[in-house]
């Protein structure tokens, strides 16, 4: 059983810059994918990252793409989202997830990942 606890959330102007951390633990990781999904009030879940923990090939949403980047210390069990130039449309709550399957960084859904985090607020401030 892996546990995933997410930190670094936070409340941004516009413009401004967030990394969040994932920390993994309960199992070895091998090549498994880890995302990072949010979801706003009122809406549904959505992928805005993923990561193969292996190879480190990576996934981004396109309203994120150039502004976003997913990395990972595989020493230490952890995945990064660093997060710049944010705007209001980016403010939700942000999940660390984890999936067995090493293709599911690659156009990843909610069903791929079995197992997440607890969740960190992100608010940008217009």
Not at 6 to 15: A, D, F, H, I
Request: charged share 15%.
């Amino acid at each position: 059983q892996v546990q995933l606890v997410e930190s670094g959330g936070g409340l941004v102007q516009t413009g401004g810059s967030l990394r969040l951390s994932c920390a993994a633990s309960g199992r070895t990781l091998g090549n498994d994918a880890l995302g990072w999904f949010r979801q706003a009030p009122g809406k549904e879940r959505e992928i805005v990252a993923a990561i193969n923990w292996s190879f480190g090939n990576t996934y981004y949403t396109d309203s994120v793409k150039g502004r976003f980047t997913i990395s990972r210390d595989n020493a230490k069990n952890m995945v990064y989202l660093q997060m710049i130039s944010l705007k209001p449309e980016d403010t939700a709550v942000y999940y660390c997830a984890y999936s067995t399957s090493g293709t599911a960084w690659y156009r990843p859904r909610v069903t791929d990942y079995r197992h997440w985090g607890q969740g960190t607020q992100v608010t940008v401030s217009s």
